[in-house]
């Protein structure tokens, strides 16, 4: 290749990291939390307990929209270490309004708990 010709090389890509240009460079940062505290560790055991549970039922509306927002939590939880205050309000709200079907479960109970209702 000649000298004042531009030279493009394409590596590996991992975690979707790219870089373009003369000497560009790309870096990843691992963004998971080194670790879950207690309270993250209860909850996502009771979600996932929940969600267990949920498989017993009948399928509806109301139970699809509890396994999501149940989904939704453990998958912050499990990506970030802990889930926010957001996720926590819109899991209660969908709890609340599940009422009739969660009081089955003691599952139920103790995600409500954790989530302080």
Do not use: Y
Request: no cysteine; aromatic share 2%.
């Amino acid at each position: 290749m000649a000298p004042d010709q531009p030279h493009v090389r394409i590596g590996r890509a991992d975690n979707s990291s790219f870089a373009f240009g003369d000497h560009a460079r790309a870096e990843t940062r691992n963004t998971t939390s080194a670790g879950r505290d207690e309270t993250a560790e209860e909850l996502l055991a009771a979600v996932r307990e929940l969600r267990a549970d949920l498989t017993r039922l009948r399928q509806s509306e109301e139970t699809a929209r509890l396994d999501e927002a149940l989904a939704d939590t453990e998958g912050e939880i499990t990506r970030t270490g802990t889930a926010g205050e957001g996720r926590l309000a819109r899991l209660r709200e969908v709890l609340t309004d599940a009422q009739n079907i969660v009081t089955l479960f003691a599952s139920a109970g103790a995600v409500a708990g954790l989530l302080g209702m």
